[in-house]
């Protein structure tokens, strides 16, 4: 018997009130719980799919630029000192930075130029492995290669050429089969060849060399500026550049998805602090003769301050603690009912169950801690004689 | 040991000042057993409730071993309470979730620290004294007017109290048991216990060692 039996028995002694704030709260904590759960696994699922779309970092080799005018001709734009990228260097320089966890694709391509007959056409090497996964808008009419003499055309480049599935043709000495023609993608794919990086590099006699990297970094929190200067560390020869527009979309979206979840849950927090703050005034007036025969006894303002808060703050406990339970399994069903989970699953973290009985706690304390005062101040005589 | 000094109080209602306490002058030596006795309305429970610090007075003095209690900071009124003052009232003021003995021992259940297995056996020796022993596990909604009462005067009994504050403590019984509870408070007093009680009963004001009359906020 001490201080904490008095709001412990006066808890249940209303069980139906209880239990319905009790409730409510619960509800109120399962919904932010659930929304937090379901906003993290689909910013991740998000991620993921927004980086299919392509990469947001280019590497690409240290040049200088000449543009060449003479005699009011102009001549174009000349490179000069260009350093070509070793794949093996580039590639492991990059998965070996301190954020390489954020890092979800290294596609490496090798550009070179021939001529079928005598249209001249733009080849493009890429690994297959590493560059279908950033290229999921590509639309292959037949399938990808799955042979170093196969390659896939751009859709204008087969028109051009009217190459289809099926078909052979011959590049820089080397018969290729056509595996895939691409649909229009309305970008520089459409131009192209694309075949094995390998073999490209083989037939131009320009081993492990390559012409740039496309990369795809997770932005979760997205510290591309940091990504891109440990790359640029690691690769004092390369330009790198991070593109970002496609970052900022990145970001835009899941951010968006973040601040209508902070909102709805703030919407509801305030929501279910109200309506403690409103039960406790309720039950502060209701017990103005349990307040003056306690403050009779010698109990002061504080001590029956700290009864109201214990009271309220075990509704808030026990709240948190079934909200985070509820919001957790809800999570789960609202993910399959979204069908945008993809095998991702909510997190259970016992630190965040005892954060958010903390936070709930705290919040209905705040809320009851004003009608709680207001009711311990009340001079002792006054509040015996208010029944 | 306890003294009032020119006493006054003023209600203040929708602009209207009512003084409930006019000057009012009183000493209340140790042992002693005062009834107030007077109409409704003629200020008797407020002087109980100022004499008692239940309530603040507008003006004067109150005394207690040499301190005025008129000007004592909040917590040394509380400190009063718990120890040396106990108030019982008309309507007993029970809290009804705690059961008896959880009432006769909700002075010492002011903080973390449990009650001591000494304080919750002379919480049931004070149930018994008052005649309910076998009864502290109850809520006191199970129980007789008369015996919540008692339930009351064994939460002051616990406080070893050195003044009892009755505030009418027979006004809700009915004769039979109202004659028990002042045989009890009478009983009290006897064995050292001061006594102010406010009753419009003049049978149970007989029972003082002394009664003032009170009028209109004044001793008639």
Redo the contacts between chains.
């Keep these: ?6 709001p412990l ?2 808890t249940w ?1 209303k069980p139906s009130r209880t239990l319905l704030l009790l409730l409510v709260f619960t509800l109120g904590v399962m919904s932010i719980v659930a929304l937090y759960q379901v906003s993290l696994v689909i910013g991740d699922s998000m991620e993921k799919k927004l980086s299919t779309y392509g990469a947001n970092i280019l590497v690409s080799p240290k040049n200088e630029t000449l543009s060449v005018r003479y005699g009011g001709l102009h001549l174009g734009d000349m490179l000069y000192e260009v350093q070509p990228l070793s794949e093996t260097d580039t590639v492991a320089a990059v998965r070996s930075i301190e954020l390489k966890d954020r890092i979800s694709a290294v596609a490496p391509k090798l550009v070179t130029t021939t001529r079928i007959g005598e249209t001249p056409v733009a080849v493009v090497g890429v690994r297959w492995d590493d560059e279908l996964p950033i290229k999921s808008y590509w639309v292959p009419e037949g399938s990808f290669p799955a042979a170093a003499d196969e390659i896939v055309a751009g859709s204008r480049a087969a028109e051009k050429f009217g190459l289809a599935p099926g078909d052979t043709v011959n590049l820089m000495g080397r018969s290729f089969t056509v595996a895939a023609v691409l649909n229009p993608t309305g970008g520089d794919d459409d131009d192209v060849l694309l075949a094995d990086l390998e073999t490209v590099q083989a037939i131009t006699g320009r081993a492990d060399e390559v012409s740039f990297l496309e990369v795809a970094a997770l932005c979760h929190g997205c510290p591309i500026d940091d990504i891109v200067a440990q790359m640029r560390d690691m690769l004092p020869g390369a330009d790198i550049k991070a593109l970002s527009n496609v970052v900022n979309q990145r970001m835009a979206s899941i951010h968006f998805v973040q601040r209508l979840v902070l909102s709805i849950s703030l919407v509801i927090l305030v929501t279910a602090a109200t309506m403690v703050g409103l039960s406790m005034l309720s039950a502060v007036n209701e017990r103005k ?2 307040i ?10 504080g ?1 029956v301050f700290f009864i109201f808060c214990v009271e309220a703050g075990i509704i808030g406990i026990l709240a948190g603690m079934l909200g985070y339970f509820s919001g957790y399994g809800a999570s789960f069903k609202a993910l399959s009912l979204l069908a945008m989970a993809e095998g991702a699953r909510p997190l259970f973290d016992v630190n965040h169950l005892l954060l958010t009985c903390a936070a709930i706690g705290t919040v209905t304390v705040a809320a009851a801690a004003y009608p709680a005062w207001k009711g311990a101040g009340v ?4 509040a ?1 004689m208010a ?1 | 040991m306890l003294q009032a000094i020119n006493i006054n109080k003023i209600f203040k209602s929708e602009g209207a000042e009512t003084r409930v306490l006019n000057n009012i002058s009183l000493e209340i030596p140790p042992g002693e057993f005062l009834s107030i006795v007077g109409r409704s309305g003629s200020g008797k429970t407020t002087l109980l ?1 100022v004499l ?1 610090t ?3 007075p507008d003006g004067g003095e109150l005394l207690y071993r040499g301190d005025d209690l008129t000007a004592m900071p ?2 040394g009124l ?6 040396d003052f106990s ?1 019982i ?1 008309q ?1 007993h ?6 059961t008896a ?2 009432n006769t ?11 001591s297995g000494e304080l ?1 056996q002379r919480a049931k020796d004070c149930l018994e004294r008052v005649g309910l022993a076998g009864k502290e596990n109850r809520l006191p909604g199970s129980f007789s007017g008369g015996e919540q009462q008692r339930v009351a005067i064994a ?1 002051a009994l616990v406080k070893s109290s050195r003044i009892l504050f009755a505030d009418e403590p027979t006004g809700s019984l009915d004769k039979k048991t109202g004659e028990g509870i002042m045989n009890l408070i009478a009983e009290l007093n006897r064995e050292g216990l001061t006594v102010v009680m406010v009753t419009h009963d003049p049978q149970y004001a007989e029972l003082a060692h002394r009664s003032v009359m009170m009028e209109d906020g004044a001793f008639a």
């Design positions: 018997m001490n201080i904490l039996t008095i028995r006066n002694r003769k349990d003056g025969l306690l403050r009779s006894l010698g109990y002061s303002k001590r001079e002792p005589s006054r015996l029944l | 409730n008692s239940l309530m603040r909040e917590a509380n400190r009063l309470r718990h120890a108030v009232f309507f003021h029970l809290v009804p979730y705690l003995l959880e021992l909700l002075p010492f259940m002011r903080s973390l620290k449990p009650a919750v939460r």
